[in-house]
């Protein structure tokens, strides 16, 4: 079955400490993943794509196909940082439904 | 300005009248999306459109109505609402899927709340 799975469903750390959001995906064909991002009061927009393989608001996130994950790292958090993370999974191979994972929320403690 | 826009941002009803939320997108998008944001449940998936005249049923459609006569337009629709849909609706749309070059990569309404007493 193809599916998302976000293990935590809230994150809470410390400013400064590393953060690491976890992702899992089950797919059995060549999917892209995706990091989207809700802030406070505004409207779910994409963090950053696999495929571009970039740092966004000092966000990584690396492929594992291996392990089928997708985990979403930063160093040092910020106090900006706290939203809410979904990771999302769309396929590569067939015009299919983009699949998302249930969400974690990130908050960061002063 | 390129947008995805939904209407209304908020409204109160009450169970059984029905009710029209309106999504509208100005990118020539083919594929759109419906989804309900509730606390602890995250992002569920209600309907979605591959293209005009192609829908299909997400995770969580019980309930809703969908219609794809137009590119540009992807109305939900609540036939009877009822409390269990008071809810944060989302309407996201995308140049396509199963395609790369950020041509899958969704933009999303401002949202639509919704509440069903």
């Known amino acids: 079955a193809q599916r998302v799975t976000q293990p935590e469903k809230l994150l809470s750390v410390f400013k400064g400490a590393p953060v690491e959001l976890k992702c899992n995906y089950s797919?059995?064909?060549?999917?892209?993943l995706f990091w989207y991002v809700q802030y406070s009061r505004q409207r779910l927009q994409l963090l950053l794509r696999?495929?571009s393989r970039e740092s966004i608001k000092g966000f990584t996130a690396d492929l594992n196909k291996g392990e089928t994950s997708f985990h979403l790292k930063k160093p040092f958090a910020q106090e900006e940082d706290s939203a809410m993370y979904y990771c999302?999974?769309?396929?590569?191979?067939?015009?299919?439904?983009?699949?998302f994972g249930s969400g974690t929320r990130l908050s960061i403690r002063p | 300005e390129a947008q995805v826009t939904q209407n209304p941002r908020y409204l109160i009803t009450v169970t059984g009248k029905k009710l029209t939320v309106t999504c509208s997108q100005n990118?020539?998008?083919?594929?759109m999306s419906w989804y309900r944001q509730d606390p602890g449940l995250g992002l569920r998936q209600i309907y979605y459109?591959?293209?005009?005249?192609?829908?299909d049923k997400g995770d969580v459609p019980e309930g809703y109505k969908v219609s794809r006569k137009e590119k540009r337009n992807f109305p939900l629709i609540l036939e009877s609402p009822s409390p269990n849909q008071t809810s944060l609706y989302f309407c996201?749309?995308?140049?396509?899927?199963?395609?790369?070059?950020?041509?899958?990569?969704?933009?999303f309404g401002a949202g639509s709340r919704l509440t069903v007493l």
């Open positions: 797919y059995s064909g060549s999917p892209e």
């Open positions: 996201a749309s995308s140049l396509r899927q199963g395609a790369r070059s950020g041509a899958n990569v969704l933009t």
């Open positions: 990118m020539n998008h083919e594929y």
């Open positions: 999302a999974l769309s396929p590569l191979s067939s015009a299919s439904k983009i699949i």
């Open positions: 459109s591959m293209n005009v005249e192609v829908t």
């Open positions: 696999h495929i």
